[in-house]
């Protein structure tokens, strides 16, 4: 998970320290099955160019990089980046970097991206910090570019907002479009895009 002033990143070596694997991505039913609905939700068969932050031990990263020519991923802890580096030894198309939001956001002036993926991740962020995060994540994405925001919505401690307030954020970009959204009890997911088209209409179905 991402780095917050009122998460620091000691706290998630610790966790990483503990466990390879301390959010359960690997044994969990919830967490499989919740990556699977994400990729399926992507409307995009294929992806250039694409970022994920907070990737922690990569399980989706390993997924969606079949779906990418190339995916940088990052993670605010040194032990979690040292563990996706193992589990990703295999794929040739993925970077993994130690970066801290939103002072090591890649530079959307050299870095353009189709994809971004924010996935349990922003509500770690302090109100101004994610602010900040937003506007770099549009200044980064590309003419057709599309944002995936993935969150968990019960309350728990770290939390610094609330999934249906990052929700909105996006909600408020006048040059977004909702393109995919599936709610649960447990977690919300939202698909934005620049192009409104459906996957039919982009296929030429309708």
């Not at 690997?26 to 990737?55: C, F, M, T, V």
């Not at 030894?89 to 993994?96: F, G, M, P, Q």
Request: glycine fraction near 4%; charged fraction near 25%; include cysteine.
């Amino acid at each position: 998970m991402t780095n917050s002033s009122t998460q620091p990143s000691e706290d998630f070596e610790g966790l990483y320290a503990a466990s390879d694997d301390p959010y359960g991505l690997k044994s969990r039913w919830y967490e499989q099955r919740k990556i699977d609905i994400l990729l399926a939700s992507l409307p995009n068969r294929h992806y250039k160019n694409a970022y994920e932050p907070g990737a922690g031990v990569a399980e989706l990263s390993k997924k969606l990089a079949a779906r990418c020519d190339f995916l940088t991923i990052s993670d605010s802890s040194q032990r979690a980046v040292k563990i996706a580096e193992h589990n990703l030894v295999a794929l040739t198309n993925i970077k993994v970097a130690k970066h801290i939001l939103p002072q090591d956001w890649p530079d959307p002036d050299i870095n353009s991206y189709d994809l971004i993926v924010l996935s349990e991740v922003l509500y770690f962020l302090p109100e101004v910090d994610l602010r900040v995060v937003v506007n770099k994540v549009i200044k980064s994405l590309s003419a057709e570019g599309q944002i995936v925001i993935c969150h968990w919505k019960p309350a728990f401690s770290q939390r610094t907002v609330s999934t249906s307030f990052i929700s909105q954020l996006f909600q408020d970009i006048s040059i977004l479009n909702v393109l995919a959204r599936h709610e649960e009890d447990d977690f919300l997911l939202e698909i934005y895009g620049t192009n409104s088209r459906s996957v039919a209409q982009r296929e030429g179905i309708r």
